[in-house]
């Protein structure tokens, strides 16, 4: 019982989806108490980040933000998808999080987000 894993549907090209519950109900069958967890998700075009959750503006911004910072224009990789894996190594593949008498140690209005580039797609988050 070292790694849960859960399995994300995503239904837009880009899109950032609250896995925060998903990452607490893993956490509560690893039966962890005071940790540090660990949220990964293998492939290279998607991203796991910690933001607020409470304003959905806020994961609308800060894709904007992304789409200006890597135009969608100007690439060599064949597949048309390097601004997915440009996004998702700015962004990042994992995060870590203190857990604290078995909960997560988020702030207030902080979240889990899975950061989709180049969906839709069925993709994997792995917790430890």
């Known amino acids: 019982m070292g790694i849960q894993k859960f399995t994300v549907e995503t239904s837009k090209k880009e899109e950032f989806i609250d896995i925060t519950a998903e990452v607490r109900d893993a956490l509560r069958k690893l039966k962890r108490r005071d940790a540090i967890c660990t949220v990964f998700t293998p492939h290279t075009t998607a ?9 959905p503006s806020v994961a609308r911004d800060m894709l904007q933000g992304l ?6 224009t100007g690439h060599h990789h064949a597949e048309g998808n ?3 894996h440009i996004k998702s190594s700015i962004i990042g593949c994992s995060e870590q999080i ?3 008498n078995g909960d997560l140690a988020l ?6 987000y899975f950061c989709e580039f ?3 797609r069925e993709r994997s988050v792995f917790v430890k």
């Open 118 to 120: 180049d969906g839709p």
């Open 98 to 100: 203190p857990v604290e």
């Open 67 to 72: 789409r200006k910072m890597v135009p969608e």
């Open 47 to 55: 991203a796991i980040t910690i933001n607020e959750n409470a304003d």
């Open 82 to 84: 390097s601004p997915a």
């Open 107 to 112: 702030g207030t209005w902080q979240g889990i």
